[in-house]
């Protein structure tokens, strides 16, 4: 992995740079937050091809915002993609990207580590538009290859699993994908483009939840899917909404008129026009200044993560920890490959003490915050299994990694002395207990 995307920029640069120029009305050298939500048409002609999708430019802010445009652009430069669709939340992200590939009846293969909320969404909110969804074990890519079928739209994981610490192995996915002519979809929230860049890989489209590391301090919701703008969607006659004529466009056919921004397009002309999941332009604001420390957040976050690990890798009250950066980690070898500058700041730890040291645990710690969050600032703890894993039986919730006895962490860019202290002193109390 580089540095320097296209040999042009280096990270920290499109981080602070990328999208934005100082506001030509102005000369305002922040991003201005655009908080209107119609744009003056410069006459009835101009209109007219706005609506035709002729001409470029600002109509209404479910479609497009300035402010919004900005990150867009910013996300799409720091994963090296062609061009990227804001979204209100990371869910909101996949359901528009499901939305562009899938049809009733159409089914998509994903990894059973994901986000459990992805889980749910997949398996239970997505059946009721007549999608189809098989989860299969990540670590077995040619177990994906298996399940396959002609209605099979896409392959879905992610890069560093949340909570598990699993690492996919992107390369091999992406071509079990491409034999079978369709995209690869690399949830990236977890390891952010700082630390694994998945079209360096051979993934098609991105999808993250800025929510997390992105906008970084637990203040703004949002989504984004990125596209490399490499996947030919003419190869075969899978993806209809891209190559057939879109009648609300009066015939017009996305892959035809845009070419390898057609996804993007459609996103923005079809997917926030009909499905009016849109990130508002504040949230676009406050996850622009996210991004400019991105790389130095996501460092100390990592770096912060891994004493935590070690240290809690040694304690006498835990089974295990899933931290990919620890040496005993089956992830090891694929964290050298596909992130090696860090394992992220998200993982799970087993009590020995089971289900009630878990809750003994996150009520006697006092730096740590209570949430249902991760990628913030601050250090964060959650029990998943009375929380956010609740909706899954015992049997799905350890399938997924978040059984009894697991606790998830979500490691702060505090001092990794007082993380440790705070750790320190509530695993004594839920030993005692
Ligand atoms: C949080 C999260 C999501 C969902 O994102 P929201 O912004 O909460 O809708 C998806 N994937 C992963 C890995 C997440 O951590």
Not at 271 to 277: E, I, M, N, S, Y
Request: aromatic share 8%; proline share 5%; hydrophobic share 40%.
């Amino acid at each position: 992995m580089t540095d320097r995307p296209n040999q042009g920029p280096g990270f920290h640069t499109l981080a602070v740079h990328a999208g934005a120029s100082p506001d030509p009305a102005t000369g305002a050298r922040a991003t201005p937050i655009y908080q209107t939500t119609a744009y003056v048409f410069d006459d009835a002609d101009h209109a007219a091809s706005l609506f035709n999708l002729q001409t470029y430019g600002y109509i209404y802010s479910r479609l497009t915002n300035p402010t919004v445009s900005v990150l867009e652009e910013r996300i799409a430069a720091l994963e090296d993609g062609k061009g990227a669709i804001a979204t209100a939340s990371g869910h909101a992200a996949q359901m528009l990207i499901s939305f562009v590939l899938m049809q009733p009846g159409a089914h998509i293969l994903a990894s059973n580590k994901l986000y459990g909320g992805s889980l749910t969404q997949f398996t239970n909110t997505f059946k009721k538009f007549g999608w189809d969804a098989t989860l299969l074990d990540p670590d077995n890519p040619a177990d994906f290859r298996q399940h396959i079928r002609p209605e099979t739209k896409a392959i879905f994981i992610e890069s560093l699993a949340n909570p598990t610490g699993v690492i996919a192995d992107i390369a091999a996915f992406a071509d079990i994908a491409h034999e079978a002519g369709i995209p690869l979809i690399v949830d990236n929230t977890s390891a952010t483009p700082y630390l694994c860049r998945p079209f360096e890989w051979g993934a098609d489209i991105i999808t993250h939840s800025t929510t997390k590391f992105l906008s970084g301090h637990g203040n703004a919701m949002g989504g984004m899917v990125v596209d490399s703008g490499k996947f030919d969607w003419g190869q075969n006659d899978k993806f209809p909404s891209l190559t057939r004529p879109e009648p609300a466009y009066h015939g017009l056919t996305f892959y035809e008129t845009f070419g390898d921004l057609a996804l993007t397009v459609h996103g923005h002309a079809i997917g926030l026009r009909d499905l009016g999941a849109t990130m508002a332009p504040m949230n676009a604001y406050l996850t622009i200044t996210g991004c400019e420390t991105l790389g130095l957040r996501v460092a100390k976050h990592c770096e912060n993560a891994l004493a935590v690990a070690q240290y809690l890798e040694a304690h006498p009250a835990v089974n295990w920890v899933s931290y990919p950066g620890l040496k005993s980690s089956k992830y090891y070898d694929l964290h050298q490959k596909y992130m090696p500058k860090g394992a992220g700041s998200v993982f799970s730890v087993s009590l020995k003490g089971g289900y009630e040291a878990g809750l003994k645990l996150v009520d006697a710690l006092e730096l740590f915050s209570h949430v249902a969050n991760i990628g913030d600032t601050r250090s964060l703890v959650i029990h998943p299994a009375s929380t956010t894993h609740r909706q899954l039986d015992e049997k799905a919730q350890i399938a997924s990694g978040a059984g009894p006895d697991v606790v998830r962490l979500s490691i702060g860019i505090e001092d990794a002395a007082d993380i440790i202290a705070d750790l320190d002193q509530a695993l004594a109390v839920a030993m005692r207990a």
